[in-house]
T-cell receptor, first 114, second 110 residues
Framework: DVKVTQSSRYLVKRTGEKVFLECVQD?????MFWYRQDPGLGLRLIYF???????EKGDIPEGYSVSREKKERFSLILESASTNQTSMYLC?????????????FGPGTRLLVL | RKEVEQDPGPFNVPEGATVAFNCTYS??????FFWYRQDCRKEPKLLMS???SGNEDGRFTAQLNRASQYISLLIRDSKLSDSATYLC???????????FGTGTRLTIIP
């Protein structure tokens, strides 16, 4: 079974803090993704990576950066957290075999920015 | 117009009933289609892929109508454990990125 893990289930931070969310997958997948999920808006793609050290902006990259130094690990960074970044953050991975593949999600991190 | 559109519900359905959801997508060149299930406060999980000819997995049937740009999910003999949010997911860009609908919330009532 594919396993995607995220470093924290719940996180509380203050405005202006730097926040690191980490994601690890154990299936040697090429692609990794970061989404946020908000009520009424669904899942929105922040960034994704299709290879080590490669990254591509998603639909809402503003205020976020990412790092992928190793294939199994993809980090999301909030340089200066703001209250509008309070959300559920979901990491996902996929094998990288083409358009018919699915994505596997981690359990999510609920971030509250005060 | 949203790229992937679903009726948010909620659908409140008695146990044992049949329920169907539709989802429409905007890009006629979309290539692959999926239904995911998300339980309350959990991550989305793949329920089933949707194939052009339609496909069935136990009590679940998925259909694709390319001409009208919609996909459907039918659940027969619904169980209490079917209570969840069902996400319509489309690959519309020809790469590995997926576009998610906002989900349809289903509650099965005993």
């Amino acid at each position: 079974d594919v396993k995607v893990t995220q470093s924290s289930r719940y996180l509380v931070k203050r405005t202006g803090e730097k926040v690191f969310l980490e994601c690890v997958q154990d299936m040697d997948h090429e692609n990794m993704f970061w989404y946020r999920q908000d009520p009424g808006l669904g899942l929105r793609l922040i960034y994704f990576s299709y290879d080590v050290k490669m990254k591509e902006k998603g639909d809402i990259p503003e205020g976020y950066s990412v790092s992928r130094e190793k294939k199994e690990r993809f980090s999301l960074i909030l340089e200066s957290a703001s209250t509008n970044q309070t959300s559920m953050y979901l990491c996902a991975s996929s094998p990288g075999t083409g358009v018919f593949e699915t994505q596997y999600f981690g359990p999510g991190t609920r971030l509250l920015v005060l | 117009r949203k790229e992937v559109e679903q009726d948010p519900g909620p659908f409140n359905v008695p146990e044992g009933a049949t329920v169907a959801f539709n989802c429409t997508y905007s890009n006629s060149a979309s290539q692959s289609f999926f239904w995911y299930r998300q339980d309350c406060r959990k991550e989305p999980k793949l329920l089933m892929s949707v194939y052009s000819s339609g496909n069935e997995d136990g009590r679940f049937t998925a259909q694709l109508n390319r001409a009208s740009q919609y996909i459907s999910l039918l659940i027969r003999d619904s169980k209490l454990s079917d209570s969840a949010t069902y996400l319509c997911v489309v690959n519309m860009r020809g790469n590995e990125k997926l576009t998610f609908g906002t989900g349809t919330r289903l509650t099965i009532i005993p």
